[in-house]
């Protein structure tokens, strides 16, 4: 059982703020207390989420696949044993990867097809790297990017283990992977930038978030992303498509940055449909305001499906000007 | 990081055959360091990864499937996942007990003439172990195996 830290009373108001509605508040700090379902994606470079199914419920394992439009997405009922999840020789052989349902939805807001060229900016432990891989059919290229050694080890035992073969990975600093990729001239079709944030979504598995959380950190990872943001916008090809995603809701680290990009590219926010409640993005904060289509922006909250939180927005590249070049 | 010209990854098809009865490889294999052979499926050119190659640092293009072993190939797990539907010769089928000990990284006790194996248990395969004529050597991962 993971200790329960008690958020700062800033973070409180930040929220209430935020969710405004008193009923809402309480469920949102109730059920950071309580640890969601555990989820796992079908790995369909390797198996077929039928086959798995089956081997899994030979194991006594209760199952459900809560989307009929995604049925690589599993929950597990059953109350397993510490570890178990990752101890199946199903697992070993690669047929599925554990994943927190919300941090599938950058994928599939993403829609990875077989001759994209594809950058995963921050992609260590490779969740999403494999499967983008896995909806891309080991086809077109996905590259990588991570900076800690020990995080590439991860990503590369992962993306092994789970068959991928068209990923090539990078260990770079984002900024200096986006400066030396513009230089020779290398684009992409689709980039997804799943930044490092505040965390303040992950707080029912990482609760020491709580402890270690300050407006200033949000401020700091708000000027970091932007320019991540901004760099990465820069290697997009002309209609090609970025997810920016966090698991954090800090405006800070999400509509300040979309409204960053908004103000000085060429772009156009687009919708996404995803099969789990969300909430649009905010249209100001403090003394900030947003663009009218940071409604199209989505907020997934932790109470509202029981998983984790996060912010996810599609931006479309409509052409390489930026704004004040127009 | 080197991709193999043709001649080279016809003689690599070729020994692949000779052991497992792999007949097709339609992607690029490259070389990393002396021995291990990494596939990549993905579509850029052997030019275009070249110019990365150049100008990145790159720890990693695609999936390390086997490793030249004295002139003979090792395929890796995921080598042996990847070609699971052409790999026809050399297996060896493994009961309930020997495949429990291969998955915990365990050397079988079974003689068997010299070469790789493939092993197999309930229509999977589950790697691939060099029979020395009296065991099979283990080669799944620490970090794979079962605890």
């Known amino acids: ?326 | 990081m080197k991709p193999l010209n043709n001649p080279d990854k016809k003689k690599i098809i070729s020994q692949l055959e000779k052991q497992f009865g792999i007949k097709k490889i339609p992607y690029l294999i490259l070389k990393f360091g002396k021995e291990k052979l990494r596939i990549y499926s993905g579509n850029l050119s052997k030019q275009e990864l070249y110019n990365l190659d150049n100008n990145l640092r790159i720890e990693n293009i695609g999936l390390y499937s086997a490793k030249w072993e004295q002139d003979e190939i090792r395929l890796t797990l995921d080598g042996v996942q990847l070609f699971k539907n052409q790999i026809n010769k050399n297996i060896f089928e493994l009961d309930d007990n020997q495949s429990n000990e291969w998955l915990k990284g365990n050397d079988l006790d079974i003689k068997v003439e010299r070469s790789w194996k493939i092993l197999k248990h309930n229509n999977e395969l589950i790697g691939c172990g060099k029979s020395t004529g009296e065991k099979i050597s283990n080669f799944v991962p620490k970090e794979r195996r079962i605890k």
């Open chain 1, 1 to 326: 059982m993971k200790q329960y830290y008690e958020p700062k009373p800033a973070l409180v108001k930040r929220m209430e703020i935020l969710l405004k509605n008193k009923e809402d508040i309480k469920k949102f700090f109730e059920i950071a207390k309580t640890r969601g379902k555990k989820s796992i994606r079908v790995n369909t470079l390797k198996t077929s989420p039928g086959e798995l199914i089956e081997r899994l419920k030979n194991k006594g394992w209760k199952l459900n696949q809560p989307f009929s439009s995604y049925p690589e997405i599993i929950q597990i009922i059953s109350e397993l044993e510490p570890g178990e999840l990752g101890k199946t020789q199903e697992h070993l052989l690669g047929y599925y990867y554990i994943q927190e349902i919300t941090s599938m939805m950058p994928i599939i807001a993403l829609k990875p097809k077989e001759d994209d060229t594809i950058l995963d900016l921050c992609a260590s432990p490779g969740s999403k790297t494999t499967q983008a891989a896995a909806k891309a059919g080991n086809k077109g290229t996905i590259i990588a990017n991570d900076l800690n050694i020990r995080r590439i080890s991860i990503l590369s035992a992962n993306l092994e283990r789970l068959g991928v073969t068209n990923t090539i990975i990078t260990r770079h600093e984002g900024l200096e992977l986006c400066n030396k990729l513009s230089r020779i001239n290398i684009k992409f079709n689709k980039i997804l930038v799943d930044a490092p944030c505040s965390g303040e979504g992950n707080i029912r598995y990482s609760p020491r978030t709580y402890l270690e959380w300050s407006e200033g950190m949000l401020r700091r990872f708000g000027a970091k992303n932007k320019k991540l943001a901004s760099a990465s916008l820069e290697l997009l090809k002309t209609n090609g498509e970025m997810i920016y995603s966090t698991c954090t809701h800090s405006p800070e680290e999400n509509e300040e940055v979309i409204q960053h990009l908004i103000e000085n590219y060429d772009i156009k926010i687009q919708e996404i449909k995803l099969p789990l409640k969300t909430r649009q993005g905010i249209d100001k904060w403090k003394d900030k305001k947003f663009h009218l289509d940071m409604k199209k922006a989505v907020r997934i909250y932790h109470h509202d499906n029981n998983m984790e939180g996060f912010f996810l927005c599609k931006i479309k590249k409509l052409s390489d000007k930026k704004k004040e070049e127009k």
